[in-house]
């Protein structure tokens, strides 16, 4: 069950006079310092009398700022968008979120398709085909409009074409330029996924939903081996830190195994984890009302495997990964796990839980196990876990902590490049000390309210010392707040680049 909006993303070679004849609902011109010399764009300035380079002159003086346009005569678009562009120093969440705002106007004006001259200007150190890709991942991920649970009100994405303009491209470069823009749309089409299932209410996306979903995952993708195992089998296997976070749920657990093998098969793979609990109250530590709707979003780390292994599918990647999703929904009740009970992990290792709310890290420590057996290279969980990396980092980036520095540079380095920004947190020695219980060989929670994200971490670090590993705290990032509650599908782009870029060899 992938979430693709757009039917189609195409690239188009266009010639001197390519612009003028173009039929489209939208074009979209990015007004850079290239733009004026370009042939086409001059061909098309002529057939206005100069209108079009008036208006940029009179109405476009910020970076970003765009003006519609009517329609030109001679001209067969039935729009004209002009954007200003922005300058190469420009950070790049700014290029970002010009071409956000792009989808949405395309949305808005109700338009079935749009065409983007993005220009050859890109951030510093970026080059075109980082630009072209950037264009298909971000128009498609924001093209994207929920409406699942609507009926009277419902509204779908309008835009279901995205042409993107170049010229003067080799035959080799634009092959070079049609495989970017196809990475792009996989990538957002990940994105998507991820932020489907995050969008959809708890009661509408439980635990064994989401294994149909998984499951019916194979259809689209053969490549994909999918496993599923229910609470008898998590028993079975002595899942008994996962399965305290279930027990007061009338819904049962599931954990999903998501396999891919693009690459040599002597190559171990890279193993992806992430929570889903699918609703959280806290259980018997219960959460406070305010914004506990939001709580249908603790389930984004999964959402985000889920993501990544469908990009990773869809573009047939020479990778091998392997994909965890441990998924509950962790409620309160007379079965619910009680502060100070004692629960024996798949390690072996006794956790003594002294908040039921702390529940993500005690999915993730018997995942994290079980994970060991595929004997991977590289580890890396996703949770939205802990509220203080909030408090930490703000909205703007996902924390990270590992066991192995490399894992981590390349975590922010891919973070940088797709613009889906990371930053890192120590996890020392000293912050082991949070751990320590008198009634257990761990407590799931320690340190008061200091240092919270990177307590959890260092949690997490005593079921990961078999393999390099990185915990990512999402809560800051894989949905928003306000000013609309709404899922971000990050960090799979991150996770993407990370992979598809061979970083990790």
Request: hydrophobic share 35%; proline share 4%; net charge positive.
């Amino acid at each position: 069950m992938a979430h693709k909006v757009l039917n189609n993303i195409s690239l188009k070679n266009i010639e001197s006079s390519g612009l003028s004849k173009l039929k489209t609902d939208v074009l979209v011109i990015v007004i850079n310092k290239n733009t004026k010399n370009n042939p086409s764009f001059k061909e098309l300035n002529k057939l206005s009398k100069n209108y079009i380079s008036k208006t940029v002159s009179s109405h476009l003086k910020d970076s970003g700022s765009s003006i519609m346009l009517p329609k030109i005569d001679g001209v067969s678009a039935s729009n004209i968008l002009l954007v200003k562009g922005l300058d190469e120093k420009d950070p790049i969440h700014k290029w970002l979120n010009m071409y956000k705002a792009i989808a949405h106007k395309g949305n808005s004006l109700g338009s079935k398709d749009i065409s983007v001259m993005p220009g050859t200007s890109a951030p510093e150190g970026k080059d075109e085909y980082w630009l072209i890709e950037m264009v298909s991942k971000i128009i498609e991920s924001n093209v994207y409009i929920f409406s699942e649970t609507k009926n009277k009100t419902i509204k779908e994405p309008s835009v279901k074409k995205l042409t993107i303009l170049t010229s003067g491209l080799s035959p080799s470069n634009l092959t070079k330029a049609k495989k970017a823009a196809k990475k792009g749309y996989a990538i957002g089409e990940g994105v998507n996924t991820a932020k489907y299932l995050g969008d959809l209410p708890a009661n509408h996306c439980t635990p064994r939903i989401i294994e149909k979903k998984v499951k019916a995952m194979t259809k689209d993708f053969p490549k994909l081996k999918v496993k599923s195992f229910n609470e008898k089998d998590m028993q079975k296997m002595g899942m008994g830190s996962f399965l305290s976070v279930s027990r007061g749920s009338e819904e049962p657990a599931r954990m999903m195994v998501i396999e891919y093998k693009g690459g040599k098969s002597s190559e171990k793979p890279i193993a992806l984890v992430g929570k889903g609990v699918t609703f959280d109250t806290g259980g018997v530590s219960i959460k406070p009302s305010p914004g506990m709707d939001e709580m249908k979003w603790d389930m984004c780390g999964a959402a985000t495997v889920f993501g990544v292994m469908s990009t990773l599918a869809r573009l047939n990647a020479d990778v091998n990964v392997v994909g965890v999703m441990g998924c509950a929904e962790n409620m309160c009740s007379s079965k619910a796990t009680k502060p100070g009970d004692v629960v024996t992990s798949m390690s072996g290792q006794t956790i003594e839980i002294l908040n039921t709310d702390a529940e993500g890290r005690l999915i993730l420590a018997d995942c994290l196990t079980y994970v060991g057996k595929y004997k991977p290279s590289y580890v890396i969980d996703m949770a939205t876990l802990t509220g203080a990396v909030i408090i930490a980092l703000g909205r703007h980036a996902s924390g990270v902590m590992a066991n192995n520095q490399h894992l981590a540079d390349m975590i922010i380095e891919s973070g940088e490049e797709s613009g889906d920004r990371a930053w890192q947190l120590p996890l020392w020695d000293e912050h082991q000390s949070c751990t320590k219980t008198k009634y257990a060989d761990l407590a799931n929670i320690g340190g008061g309210r200091e240092a919270g994200t990177i307590h959890a971490a260092a949690f997490l670090s005593k079921f990961t010392n078999d393999y390099k590993w990185a915990h990512i705290d999402i809560a800051a990032t894989a949905s928003y707040s306000t000013p609309v509650k709404a899922g971000t599908g990050r960090p799979v782009p991150l996770i993407s680049e990370l992979l598809l870029s061979k970083k990790l060899k």
